[in-house]
């Protein structure tokens, strides 16, 4: 049984450089969340999707930030040029229960950016 | 949003039981408590949740008060293992985006 994966696990970039994340949900899954998370705080919501249908886009999420899950299954997370207060881990959640109250989030491993 | 209130940081020895307290007195009556932890260089992981009830399962227990305004997670036997970031998180009953709302959570070192 795979978990969540990301991809890259690392990606250090200059400022104003555009990047793309990658995230695989535990297959069957139709649900997809993605968070940020700084240096010792917790991790903050940004979009949620539902099969593919983005439902819901955090005020983190500014112009420069764009998710997509194209046929319900994987997800990419770009950013357009980059600043250096988007240093963080960028971690993808996947569920699948009906409920909102009581489904289980599976996190990847996260994708921790850099940039410079 | 109900928030959550837990101590920054516990010390426990190791193979001794450890109580994670959290408090959330403005928690409403459809709110369930989750529990999710994050170990060093890793995305959080799911532990426990419950809505009144006292709850257990293979990882930990969930001690609910009466009057639901606090709770506590329970881990029997800590281990090396355990040393990491406990989050309790208030999820609604319907909630739009089904995110959850992290708070600083409680940084839980084991001592061997």
Redesign the interface.
């Known amino acids: 049984d795979t978990g969540v994966s990301q991809d890259p696990r690392h990606k250090i970039t200059k400022r104003g450089q555009n990047v793309t994340f990658r995230c695989d949900p535990i297959s069957e899954h139709n649900r997809l969340y993605w968070y940020r998370q700084t240096l010792g705080q917790g991790p903050e919501f940004l979009t949620y999707f539902q099969n593919e249908a983005q439902l819901e886009k955090s005020r983190l999420l500014s112009d420069r930030f764009s998710a997509e899950r194209p046929k319900g299954s994987f997800s990419t997370l770009e950013i357009q040029r980059t600043e250096q207060g988007d240093s963080a881990m960028y971690l993808c959640a996947s569920s699948s229960r009906a409920s909102t109250s009581t489904d289980t989030q599976y996190f990847g491993p996260g994708t921790r950016l850099t940039v410079l | 949003d109900a928030k959550t209130t837990q101590p920054n940081s516990m010390e426990s020895n190791e193979e001794e039981p450890v109580h994670l307290p959290c408090n959330h007195s403005t928690i409403s009556g ?3 408590i989750h529990w999710y932890r994050q170990l060093p ?6 532990v426990i ?1 419950g809505l009144t009830s006292n709850v257990n399962n293979r990882m930990a227990s969930l001690a609910i008060a009466e009057d639901r305004k606090s709770s506590t997670l329970i881990l029997h036997r800590a281990t090396l293992r355990d040393a990491a ?1 406990y ?1 309790c998180i208030l ?15 409680t940084r839980l070192m084991v001592k061997p």
Do not use: C, I, K, W
Not at chain 2, 91 to 105: H, S
């Open positions: 459809t709110d369930y260089s890793q995305g959080p992981e799911y949740h970031v989050y999820r609604a009953a319907y909630n739009a985006g089904n995110m959850l709302t992290f708070g600083g959570g």
